[in-house]
């Protein structure tokens, strides 16, 4: 029972539960950027943690191994792999729609057309290779680019980068646990989000963009909050 409850039981099953429901969204980029990113912070923390139990190890690996190939094969991991042997640059439109989004920055490369524009003037630059109708770019950083322009984007870039860089200081610097593996977390939660925005416009989703920010915030408060105290209790 005490091992059913400890903290690291906790955060197998919370994991678990992220990994099915990512698994069954069947997105390629998703399950990739997530995968990248678990790699990355385990191998931070191998690199970074002086005194590492045995114990460390073992739950690295087991998120691994239970994770990935035992529940995900439960849930549709086949599905999502087969997606990706059937991904073939022939199949897809989306590399025609991001040349041509790159055409139209030429224009207005500093400035941009305006936020939200993108659906009303990636027509006007379509070659005619791409037969359907997108509303988004499926590249968060074209469509920004050509939406916002490169100084806007740019700006935008600068803030992510240096809230990365607070994280990782956190994550290095810092004594409290918590305030590390808050560090950790947002700085695997920034390299995630980097990576799907390549293939995807999940930043268009307003709901998927505050959350972002909220990642973003806590990534540079994780290296200025003050380590929390705890009182003692005589019995």
Not at 119 to 135: I, M, R, W
Not at 141 to 162: D, H, P
């Amino acid at each position: 029972m005490a091992i059913l409850l400890s903290d690291k039981a906790f955060i197998r099953l919370g994991l678990v539960i992220m990994v099915i429901a990512l698994v069954l969204t069947r997105s390629r980029m998703g399950n990739i950027a997530f995968f990248v990113a678990l790699s990355i912070g385990s191998l931070l923390i191998l690199l970074f943690y002086k005194s590492k139990p045995k114990s460390l190890y073992l739950l690295i690996v087991s998120l691994f191994i239970v994770d990935a190939l035992v529940v995900s094969n439960w849930f549709g991991l086949d599905k999502v792999r087969q997606r990706l042997a059937e991904t073939s640059l022939q199949n897809e439109s989306r590399d025609d729609v991001v040349r041509d989004a790159l055409n139209a920055i030429q224009e207005r490369p500093l400035t941009g057309f305006g936020n939200g524009t993108f659906y009303s003037t990636f027509p006007s630059y379509n070659q005619g290779e791409v037969a359907l109708f997108y509303d988004h770019a499926h590249n968060d950083y074209v469509q920004f680019t050509l939406e916002s322009g490169l100084i806007a984007t740019s700006v935008f870039g600068i803030m992510v980068l240096f809230c990365a860089w607070r994280a990782l200081s956190a994550f290095r610097n810092r004594t409290n646990k918590t305030m590390r593996g808050i560090g950790l977390g947002s700085l695997m939660a920034i390299i995630g989000m980097l990576l799907h925005m390549s293939v995807d416009f999940p930043l268009q989703a307003p709901a998927t963009a505050l959350y972002f920010l909220f990642c973003l915030l806590i990534a540079n408060w994780s290296m200025t909050l003050p380590t929390p105290k705890y009182r003692s209790s005589r019995t």
